[in-house]
Nanobody, 122 residues
Framework: VQLQASGGGLVQTGGSLRLSCAAS??????VAWFRQVPGKERDFVTA????????WYADSVKGRFTISRDNAENTVYLQMNRLKPEDTGVYYC??????????????????WGQGTQVTVSS
């Protein structure tokens, strides 16, 4: 499985960005986005179950971020609205056969994309 993340960039507070995670190879049960800032561990942002479309969100992004999937394109999208400076970081998409209770744990994911930088200026 290979994951290709794209769509990051520089945006002002209140702006929007859409990240993409294109997957090749076999389909896995769950795709997630994590965010990492220098000196800190990767934090869970959101995840989606490939079959069924169940979603999870970190409290800090609920109501602002939306994760979705396109089965035909084998791509997961992260629409980020009303961005804040604290959303800044490198965003990684991850995939794996993940049980529900492990969804928020980065160690549960076997495959990772290369990361894309999101910078929100104040």
């Amino acid at each position: 499985v290979q994951l290709q993340a794209s769509g990051g960039g520089l945006v002002q507070t209140g702006g929007s960005l859409r990240l993409s995670c294109a997957a090749s190879g076999r389909t896995l049960s769950t795709v997630a986005w994590f965010r990492q800032v220098p000196g800190k561990e990767r934090d869970f942002v959101t995840a989606i179950r490939w079959g069924g479309g169940t979603t999870w969100y970190a409290d800090s992004v609920k109501g602002r971020f939306t994760i979705s999937r396109d089965n035909a394109e084998n791509t997961v999208y992260l629409q980020m609205n009303r961005l804040k400076p604290e959303d800044t970081g490198v965003y990684y998409c991850a995939a794996g056969r993940v049980i529900t209770s492990e969804t928020l744990r980065s160690g549960a994911y076997s495959y990772w994309g290369q990361g894309t930088q999101v910078t929100v200026s104040s």
